[in-house]
């Protein structure tokens, strides 16, 4: 079992020998994520994931491998397999019936890498309607991550908001950083102001570029609202 992180999914991959591929009653894989990288040890008897924070996120009937396109930046994911076993309807034969699990596979965990800047806080720090102001917070890319050889500088942020809770049409510009060098990008942090934070949320995110080339986006992340209606 092994997972690696390809551009903007993770590539799981598993042995292809499995002893019961081929069996009459064998229906195929399902693929497993949960949030972290875990260090369960399950008993001899466990049968399939539930109840351990895992998400069946896809099956293969015929492939000993999964692309996941589901994941973020700066989030580490653990993966693991089941085989599925189960009896197939003869008058319907996509049915099936006395399904069964296998002892899970050992897991492998992967990230993506760190070569686009995290948005990880976003709270409203003055409610008003003209006068409101919002607390924007990032991680900085890492630049073994990045490779700062293929991708030199200048390096700039632009900082892009729009009303709602996903960025899209109208988008502003709030901010622009412009840095000679890596090392140079030590801004982790802006205080959007101006803005009205009363009748509803603002999404955010950073766009990274290199030498005037789009590296990308970071992931959206929005502020909080809650209404009474």
């Not at 924007?136 to 892009?160: E, F, K, M, S």
């Amino acid at each position: 079992m092994a997972a690696e992180a390809q551009g903007n999914s993770i590539l799981v991959t598993w042995d292809s020998l499995y002893s019961c591929y081929g069996a009459d009653n064998f229906l195929g894989f399902s693929i497993w994520r949960k949030v972290g990288c875990d260090s369960l040890e399950f008993d001899e008897c466990q049968r399939g994931l539930t109840g351990f924070g895992y998400d069946s996120i896809g099956f293969t009937d015929t492939l000993h491998r999964y692309r996941d396109f589901s994941v973020v930046h700066g989030q580490i994911y653990s993966y693991r397999v089941l085989a599925e076993f189960g009896v197939r309807s003869e008058a319907a034969p996509i049915f099936t019936y006395n399904e069964v699990q296998s002892f899970p596979s050992n897991n492998a965990c992967a990230e993506l890498k760190r070569d686009l800047p995290i948005i990880n806080h976003v709270s409203v720090r003055n409610t008003d309607t003209e006068n409101g102001s919002i607390f924007l917070g990032w991680y900085n890319p890492v630049a073994d991550d990045l490779d700062t050889l293929q991708n030199p500088g200048p390096y700039t942020y632009t900082i892009l908001r729009s009303p709602g809770f996903t960025v899209g049409t109208p988008v502003e510009t709030v901010a622009f950083f412009e840095y000679t060098n890596f090392t140079d990008i030590i801004d982790t942090f802006l205080i959007d102001t101006l803005i009205n934070t009363v009748d509803g949320p603002w999404a955010y995110t950073i766009r990274f570029e290199s030498n005037g080339n789009v590296l990308g986006d970071a992931e959206d992340a929005s502020s909080v609202f809650l209404s009474s209606n």
